[in-house]
């Protein structure tokens, strides 16, 4: 079995930060990716940012220059630094992980980016 559970949403103004955590557990195989996704209401899930498991990232345009995925390999974690926050971007952020052609969700974290 394998569980992902994410963290750290949340209420911010326009132009703030976040950091999203992501934790997986369970049987993890060595080699996996591990995504994040959002989805606002009324609107399709999309990616955010990829880091497979060599290291190379993927970003959506519409975060570039303001999001930053990194791994923790150790801990089997994933975090998404959001910084310079627009109310576009509040949704619910999702965490994926994929490993040996499956995929495992969290039950997502939300993120409000409100005055």
């Known amino acids: 079995q394998v569980h992902v559970v994410e963290s750290g949403g949340g209420l911010v103004q326009p132009g703030g930060s976040l950091r999203l955590s992501c934790a997986a557990s369970?049987?993890?195989?060595?080699?996996?990716?591990m995504g994040w996704y959002r989805q606002a209401p009324g609107k399709q899930r999309e990616l955010v940012a990829i880091i497979v498991s060599g290291g190379r990232t993927n970003y959506a345009d519409s975060v570039k220059g303001r999001f930053t995925i990194s791994r923790d390999n150790a801990r089997n974690t994933v975090y998404l630094q959001m910084n310079s926050l627009k109310p576009e971007d509040t949704a619910v952020y999702y965490c994926?992980?994929?490993?040996?052609?499956?995929?495992?969700w969290g039950q997502g974290t939300q993120v409000t980016v409100s005055s």
């Open positions: 994926k992980l994929r490993m040996l052609g499956s995929d495992y």
């Open positions: 369970g049987s993890i195989f060595r080699f996996y990716d």
